[in-house]
């Protein structure tokens, strides 16, 4: 199998056309129900067993959940037209002080599934003008259009969808 590429390390090329906008969004509609049948029928043990210092599976699903505030404020940005977006937390602090292995996985798949359909709700009543708008990646530091932001949310998904099937063929 081919080892996992760390997220922070990732290269982008901005450069989806409008008319990619509809796929990405059911991409980003179908992570929820994606997360919750990775995770199906696992005991709680094995949810929040750690491999060494990386998060646990019910870390990831929380951490999914705890970065949307992150999506939807630059949906925010876009939106209002700022020439770079808000900056999402590097260290993860939120997931880190969540203690998301001492919650419920229903109840945090719960709040993910709650978040997402708010921002692919508004993703949905978008123009074609909207979806073209562009701002400055802060981390990147390189200009993207409101499609290639969800194309890039879409991907952040994957990696912890990738990193939960990691973690359940590593321990079963």
């Known amino acids: 199998m081919i080892a996992e590429f760390p997220w922070f390390e990732r290269k982008f090329a901005f450069e989806l056309p409008a008319w990619m906008f509809p796929n990405v969004v059911e991409r980003l509609r179908g992570t929820p129900a994606r ?10 043990d094995l949810l929040t067993r750690r491999d060494g ?14 970065i949307e505030d992150t999506w939807l404020g630059r949906l925010d940005d876009f939106l209002a037209g700022k020439e770079t977006l808000r900056e999402a ?4 602090r939120k997931t ?7 919650n419920d996985i229903a109840t945090l798949l719960r709040a993910f599934r709650q978040s997402r359909q708010q921002f692919v709700q508004r993703l949905e009543d978008l123009s074609e003008a909207d979806v073209l708008r562009a701002s400055i990646h802060p981390r990147l530091k390189q200009p993207m259009h409101l499609v ?13 969808l990738a990193q939960i099937t990691r973690l359940k063929r590593h321990f079963c």
């Open 35 to 44: 997360a919750e049948e990775l995770v199906a029928g696992l005991s709680h």
């Open 148 to 160: 290639d932001h969800i194309y890039f949310v879409a991907e952040h998904d994957d990696h912890h």
């Open 89 to 92: 937390d590097l260290t993860n």
């Open 53 to 66: 210092d990386e998060w646990s599976i019910q870390e990831n699903v929380g951490h999914l959940g705890d």
């Open 96 to 102: 880190h002080e969540a203690n998301h292995n001492a």
